[in-house]
């Protein structure tokens, strides 16, 4: 009989695909994949996670997800001990009618299977019970921002105060199309996210952004989609200086700034824009990181044209060289030890999604140029 784990295993390699890169595309962690793969299901913390894990790495590698489901409900009715030897033992007695005896044993050995595997059947499903309500079977998205691969019909539930609405996943092609629910009455409404392109989604109806949606990749053959959802987006946000801001020089390639900092505000966040050095010219400049953990790293270099992409490990190094301005975003900013020109900064904390402009602008009322740390979400 087919073994779980291992065609897990014998899928992943076809795929040519590490256990470390399925880790990180199907954002599993690496631990469960290995547990997956070897059938050791007493990590898991109940039956109805691992089912969900199951399904998840099934559909990552290309297999059918109910069949290997069946798999793993076939794996538990065999590791389930049968007492076979003393249900077939004879007893010491001459005048046994063998025949009969035997006869009889197998009837008994063939409706013991039968009572474990209804047995084991019932106890699954009392473990994951079908709600009343269906929605409660959708994935929550209680994490600050989350990116993955889904399909057309994938649906995700987003807690917004004390409701939580339902986004659908459409038709995909050269864009892909998001249903949500909305408002008090939960009507339903449509956006389209073309590739590299973002928007906001505003549940509730109350003016303010719930969540943004990026686009990273669509395979429109498979009908799924690479997104990224992001609820860093807080209230409205705006920008306000202690000061009006003043004419730049003539004939200046650079921005203007006060002299006070800009402030970055939105819902509970406060993030203030800082002068790592002072300059009288603004010369080219450099940002070097060291990463402790995983990040996904997005950047680009104001001498290329394309945005680059990707993830880093621990104690991977990554430098960036840039002449007037460098655009930098990392998903768990609290990793990245990062030095602007040789100066340490503080991005971010664990977990926190950061995006910063560092760029040089001239200080007209200082007549200096300033490399600063300016804050974008």
């Given at each position: 009989m087919e073994r779980?784990?291992?065609k897990f295993k014998q899928a992943r390699l076809a795929k040519r695909v590490t256990i470390d890169q399925a880790a990180e595309e199907t954002y599993i962690p690496k631990e469960k994949l290995e547990a997956l793969e070897s059938e050791n299901f007493d990590i898991f913390e109940a039956p109805v996670i691992l089912i969900g894990f199951i399904k998840n790495y099934a559909n990552y590698l290309g297999l059918k997800a109910d069949d290997m489901v069946m798999l793993y409900r076939s794996h538990l009715i065999q590791e389930q001990p049968i007492p076979v030897e003393e249900l077939l033992s004879p007893k010491k007695n001459p005048s046994v009618n063998w025949k009969a005896v035997i006869g009889s044993f197998v009837g008994i050995l063939t409706a013991a299977v039968i009572a474990v595997a209804a047995y084991f059947i019932a106890t699954m499903e009392k473990a994951?019970?079908?709600?009343e309500d269906e929605a409660l079977t959708v994935p929550l998205f209680d994490t600050r921002f989350m990116e993955q691969r889904m399909k057309t019909g994938d649906k995700l539930r987003f807690p917004v105060a004390d409701s939580q609405f339902i986004l659908t996943v459409g038709e995909t092609g050269t864009k892909v199309l998001f249903e949500y629910e909305s408002g008090l009455n939960r009507e339903t409404e449509t956006i389209e996210v073309g590739i590299e392109e973002e928007k906001l989604i505003d549940f509730d109806k109350n003016g303010i952004p719930d969540v943004k949606v990026f686009v990273r990749n669509i395979?429109?053959?498979?009908?799924?989609v690479l997104v990224r959802f992001d609820r860093e987006v807080g209230e409205s946000v705006s920008v306000?200086?202690?000061?009006?801001s003043v004419p730049a020089p003539e004939a200046s390639a650079f921005m203007n700034v006060p002299e006070e900092p800009v402030t970055l505000t939105g819902g509970a966040r406060r993030v203030e824009s800082s002068v790592v050095k002072t300059s009288s010219v603004a010369n080219p400049f450099s940002i070097d990181i060291v990463f402790r953990q995983r990040c996904f790293v997005r950047y680009k270099l104001d001498t290329e044209d394309e945005a680059v992409e990707g993830f880093f490990r621990g104690n991977q190094r990554l430098r960036l060289d840039g002449n007037m301005k460098i655009y930098l975003s990392l998903s768990n900013a609290g990793v990245a030890s990062v030095k602007v020109d040789g100066v340490d900064v503080q991005l971010g904390t664990l977990g926190q999604l950061v995006s910063r402009e560092v760029q040089w602008a001239y200080n007209q009322q200082k007549r200096i140029y300033e490399l600063r740390i300016i804050p974008r979400y």
């Open positions: 779980l784990g291992e994951a019970p079908m709600p395979d429109a053959s498979r009908e799924s306000t200086r202690q000061e009006e």
